[in-house]
């Protein structure tokens, strides 16, 4: 039974660190420089580094009230929006702090059980509208999301050359990543801020184009994601169902036996996606089809628990075992 303890604590995560369809709070100030974070699109608009300092700032009251000390709105009022620059090690601090307040609510959040959820907060009794603690963090989460798509916006407008290649590697644009590598040949094999490759997206989103232009361009074809996957572009294109693009990934020395986080193969995925054709592809290139992953299950057990009888039936012709 979902708690609301456990609706928050998912609210949270899904707004500051973990990848939804929308980038959280955390990943969305990921890889910025200085320079970045101190833009603005006009001088009466903030800055990235403003809006960082403005979260900073009122979770600082937020964790006041938790600890039941009402906040002092006024001194808050006045010290809001400041101006900031500074070098990138400044600015890396106070990303630094930004996390480490969330953490810091995330932790009280982990102590309170339902009951003290309900209880009214004593810093805001004094409100002509006392809330509870669960809806004040529910407001802390959901401020969190509106200024992450602020930062979005801003780095956007700015065209930031990571930015413009991985958008282009998961829209298949092989004339933007073209111009983008051209200056800056470095992204070839470096990290989106949610850990993929260009690789792994193109695979991901069956851009076959894509996935040759960067192929030929020497995008290594084994470099794992650095996100809770851990997986390759080839576990990506069966992720994505993508049976044209695994041959190519092939063609190139993919390793079939990579394993990603969960200890699956690409047979283990293929195997869980129900794609016949790939499994087949696999097969013929050595996969090894009694591979175990971490939880003990082989290919053949994976379509088991799946309940895909043909995919079963593909698997025991070939020798595979549970």
Known sequence: MLTVKDLLLDHLQYTFEKDAWHPPLGMAVQGLTAEQ???????????????????????????????????????LDKTDWQEVSGDQARWEADVRAMNEIYAEIRQKLDALGDDGLQQALRAYQQSPQPTVVARRLLWVFTHDAYHAGQIQYLRALQEIPADRFFTAAWRGDVARMH?????????????????????????????????????ERGADVGIKSTNDMANTALHGAIAGKRAEIVPLLLEHDADPEATDSGGNTALHLAAHEGVPEIVEVLLRRGANINARRNDGLTPLGVAAKEANTAMQDVLRRRGGIE
């Open 37 to 75: 974070a101190a833009w603005k699109p006009s001088p009466e608009r903030h800055s990235i580094w403003q809006i960082v300092r403005h979260i900073i700032h009122w979770k600082r009251g937020v964790l006041q009230a938790l600890d039941g000390d009402p906040p002092d709105y006024e001194s």
């Open 179 to 215: 111009e983008v590598l051209e200056g800056h040949p470095d992204l070839l094999n470096g990290r989106s801020r949610e850990g993929w490759t260009a690789l792994q997206l193109a695979s991901y989103f069956g851009h076959a184009d894509a996935v040759r232009f960067l192929l």
